[in-house]
Nanobody, 114 residues
Framework: QVQLVESGGDLVQPGGSLRLSCVAS????????MGWYRQAPGKQRELAAV???????NYADSVKGRFTISRDNAKNTVFLQMNNLKPEDTAVYYC????????WGQGTQVTVSS
């Protein structure tokens, strides 16, 4: 059973940056497409960024040009570099397979506020 552990969330001012990390247990992590999802208060969880097993990336329009997803298969880790953060990026961020098939982790809280 794959377990996902997200970290790196924090309180940051608008325009700031954060780097999120997600470590996945399991030896076949490298074959999966992985994504970062986010859920803002009162809203449904949405997919923000995807990276395939081959390293191809795709982004939601709302984060394109500001967020960068990457992965280190040797360390079973997927990253999300977030720049020029906006208040509307405030959410709990989760990683999971795309489509989501693993049990959800606890997520990491990102709060963008002055």
């Amino acid at each position: 059973q794959v377990q996902l552990v997200e970290s790196g969330g924090d309180l940051v001012q608008p325009g700031g940056s954060l780097r999120l990390s997600c470590v996945a247990s399991g030896s076949i992590f490298r074959v999966y497409s992985m994504g970062w999802y986010r859920q803002a208060p009162g809203k449904q969880r949405e997919l923000a960024a995807v990276i395939t097993s081959g390293g191809i990336t795709n982004y939601a329009d709302s984060v394109k040009g500001r967020f960068t997803i990457s992965r280190d298969n040797a360390k079973n880790t997927v990253f999300l570099q977030m720049n020029n953060l906006k208040p509307e990026d405030t959410a709990v961020y989760y990683c999971n397979q795309v489509p989501d098939r693993f049990p959800w982790g606890q997520g990491t809280q990102v709060t963008v506020s002055s």
